[in-house]
């Protein structure tokens, strides 16, 4: 998790944003380290940010939101190993993309249910892929995210309490582990 602290130290500033830094230091490492990263986002406004900072600092990267036209030039161009990066909404590129070249997959925010986060990540995590994928998940402690995360690992417990190893429901759900799951 990333921890940050600190104070404002002018306020006639724009307001900025450790985490955004932190992702921009993390891309500029694994850029120059030749891997192929993913990085979602659940939020398009986001996204143009990281767009835009990407942009400054010069890395290459392709792009797939709701707005794409066209999906398949995107995809096309990360796979084929032109971009180092390819920013994707997290409801854009969460189902129906074989991303093999990515070595790295990023989830920059974090999303309430699981199984969404999990799925995107399968995107690397295809028929195809020959080498380890790295994810990391940016939580930014004390706030709702770290809220949002303990709440997700319960989530998963729970879901993984209700089967046995060989595939058979368990009765030990109790009444409070059904509300958290349907909550």
């Given at each position: 998790m990333l921890k940050l602290t600190g104070t404002k130290k002018n306020a006639s500033a724009p307001p900025g944003s450790?985490?955004?830094?932190?992702?921009m230091e993390l891309l500029g490492s694994l850029?120059?380290?030749?891997?192929?990263?993913?990085?979602?986002s659940q939020f398009?406004?986001?996204i143009e940010l990281i767009r835009s900072r990407l942009h400054d600092t010069g890395i290459s990267y392709a792009l797939l939101t709701g707005d794409t036209?066209?999906?398949?030039?995107?995809?096309?161009s990360f796979q084929q190993g032109d971009l180092p990066v390819f920013l994707?909404?997290?409801?854009?590129?969460?189902?129906?993309l074989n991303l093999t070249a990515a070595d790295t997959v990023i989830l920059y925010d974090p999303w309430w249910n699981p199984a969404v986060e999990?799925?995107?990540?399968?995107?690397?995590?295809?028929i195809g892929q020959d080498k380890p994928v790295f994810v990391y998940?940016?939580?930014v402690t004390d706030t709702i995210?770290?809220?949002m995360d303990v709440l997700k690992d319960k989530k998963r417990a729970l879901a993984a309490s209700l089967f046995d190893h060989d595939g058979q429901p368990t009765l030990s759900m109790t009444e409070a582990e059904f509300e958290l799951l349907l909550g």
């Open positions: 450790a985490k955004l830094d932190r992702l850029v120059d380290e030749g891997r192929k990263v993913i990085v979602f398009t406004s986001m036209v066209d999906r398949a030039i995107e995809v096309r994707i909404s997290l409801k854009a590129g969460g189902v129906g999990e799925q995107a990540v399968d995107r690397a995590h295809r998940r940016l939580i995210e770290e809220k």
